[in-house]
């Protein structure tokens, strides 16, 4: 059984930085791809950033590009989301998904599993 567990959310005020964490377990994941996602009041859940769990190439929604980086730490089987000059945009639910095709994905339906979210609030 997968699970994603997502922490590190929380109140910051504009300008300030946070760092997320996904743990996994219930597989092997070196063959997988890791994305974050988010989704603010009222609106879709959108992609923010993905990676091939193995490492490589990583890839950014335009929005946060130079502002957020994803890693990962293997022997924690986490993956993390450091965001940096956060805005009052980036306020949501940031959730981190699973997609065991392998290939990273700016889609959210190629992702097969979900955690539960981490709330995100930046204040101006």
């Known amino acids: 059984q997968v699970q994603l567990v997502e922490s590190g959310g929380g109140l910051v005020q504009a300008g300030g930085s946070l760092t997320l964490s996904c743990a996994a377990s219930?597989?092997?994941?070196?063959?997988?791809?890791m994305g974050w996602f988010r989704q603010a009041p009222g609106k879709e859940r959108s992609f923010v950033a993905t990676?091939?769990?193995?490492?490589?190439?990583?890839y950014y929604a335009d929005s946060v590009k130079g502002r957020f980086t994803v890693s990962r730490d293997n022997a924690k089987n986490t993956v993390y989301l450091q965001m940096n000059s956060l805005k009052a945009d980036d306020t949501g639910v940031y959730y981190c998904?699973?997609?065991?095709?392998?290939?990273?994905?700016?889609?959210?339906?190629?992702?097969?599993?979900w955690g539960q979210g981490t709330q995100v609030t930046v204040s101006s």
């Open positions: 219930g597989r092997t994941f070196s063959s997988y791809s």
């Open positions: 998904a699973l997609n065991t095709d392998g290939l990273p994905s700016l889609s959210r339906y190629e992702y097969d599993y």
């Open positions: 990676m091939p769990w193995s490492g490589g190439s990583t």
